[in-house]
């Protein structure tokens, strides 16, 4: 797989803005052992406290290489309805050349992920509250980037959620995870080795690790952890894909429907060939659902929390090991396997959703971090939700 010389390059060139030691240089994933044979990742250690800075740090720096190369600026567009937008912003701050317009639907991310994107004090940065629901601010970005003109004249450039670039990033830490777990454990005799637990949505965390695996990684299986959008689980259970209503829950982050990474593991179990993908797509659009019949799930188990699980699995872990998780990460710990030796990835600190922590264990969770930005004033670029207003305040600011 080229995926694979890419990632060698991403590692291994020191000297370059891409390399792994610039856009990781400032955060590591630690491996922190519950008990034995049972792991927790900690992908939570970048700037934004989410496992999203794996991606979007390592994307900010690719940008900054293409400006270098070109000599060109760039607007990057993006609507967020929370993580993305807060990872995004703290790839791209301050960098040269680069200009950032993030919508987002004002009062409805959390008063945390808001000031995340907006206490920056990075000049680089325009976050835009808009009056409407995340849904509206995708709409304008999309006819935005549909106005061909525009999008040539200031040099568009997005960060959606299915950037490829991003997953790259994250087959950093499968490796980094694997590279920590005890000898013994990596091939345990009699077992299969280590069964890795993620928390997924998109279906984009765990695309990375199976790509990883791919590459020749040597982890056996995956187990998806999905929560009460169980779009993921259904799939892998039964072989029907079947999107419907999103449902809030406890772990915000992974409310969706539609998996738009699981498109690119079907790509690989069609034989690569784009024109099955395309034609299953198209009809997965027509009649608002799939049936995968021959669908083998391969590699891959699936598990569904609601969010009474989660509350219960945060006060389990907090009881038991006296560690603290987060609501997404709550969602791993549904179905651990005792003979196996299992890694199970956090994806937040506990700390970015606090009122969940204090209604399951009635503790305050806190973070230095999300503490300074208290102290910041908020910056914003409020404008109508329209798509010419957000045009006009672009060339107003690019
Ligand atoms: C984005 C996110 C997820 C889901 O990631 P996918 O790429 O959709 O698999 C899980 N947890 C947290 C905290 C997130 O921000």
Redesign the pocket.
């Known amino acids: 797989m080229d995926f694979s010389r890419s990632l060698t390059r991403i590692i291994l060139q020191k000297n370059s803005r891409t390399s792994s030691t610039a856009s990781y240089a400032s955060f590591d994933a630690p491996l922190r052992t519950l008990k034995e044979g049972l792991h927790v990742l900690e992908l ?1 250690h970048g700037p934004t406290l ?3 800075d794996f991606g979007l740090q390592l994307l900010g720096n690719l940008f900054e290489d293409q400006i270098h190369r070109t000599d060109k600026s760039i607007n990057v567009l993006g609507a967020t309805s ?3 937008g807060a ?1 995004a912003i703290a790839g791209l701050a301050n960098k040269k050349g680069v200009k950032v317009f993030i919508l987002f639907p004002e009062g409805r991310v959390s008063p945390l992920q808001e000031r995340q994107m907006t206490c920056t004090g990075a000049e680089n940065i325009y976050p835009i509250p808009i009056r409407g629901s995340f849904d509206d601010a995708q709409h304008i970005i999309k006819e935005l980037f549909g106005d061909l003109n525009f999008k040539a004249s200031y040099g568009l450039s997005a960060v959606n ?1 299915i950037n490829l670039a ?2 790259l990033g ?1 087959c950093i830490y499968y490796l980094r995870a694997w590279l920590q777990l005890p000898a013994e454990e990596r091939s345990k005799p009699g077992t299969a080795g280590p069964e890795f637990i ?11 690790g199976w790509l990883a695996s791919k590459m020749g990684l040597p982890i056996p299986s995956f187990q998806i952890a999905t929560n009460q959008n169980d779009i993921l689980h259904r799939l892998f259970t039964t072989g029907s894909y079947h999107p419907g209503k999103v449902d809030p829950s406890l ?1 915000p ?2 409310d ?1 429907q539609v ?1 738009s ?1 699981f498109e690119r593991y079907l790509f690989y179990l069609r034989g690569k060939d784009g024109n099955v993908v395309a034609s299953e797509m198209a009809r997965l659009k027509e009649r608002g659902g799939l049936s995968l019949s021959d669908f083998d799930p391969d590699t891959f188990t699936a598990t569904r929390s609601d969010d009474e699980d989660i509350r219960e699995a945060i006060r389990s872990c907090y009881q038991e090991f006296n560690y603290i998780i ?4 709550a969602c791993g710990f549904k179905q651990i396997n005792p003979d196996r030796s299992t890694v199970i990835l956090s ?2 600190h506990p700390a ?1 959703f606090p009122e969940t922590i204090k209604e399951s264990i009635g503790i305050e969770s806190t973070h230095p971090t999300l503490e300074a930005l208290k102290e910041k004033p908020p910056i914003t670029y409020p404008a109508e939700p329209n798509a010419s207003a957000v045009r006009e305040l672009i060339k107003k600011h690019a």
């Open positions: 939570f989410a496992f999203k929370g993580d993305t990872a959620s991003r997953i994250q993620v928390p997924t949505g998109n279906f984009g965390n765990v695309l990375a772990a982050s992974m969706i998996a990474n987060d609501p997404h990460t994806t937040a970015k």
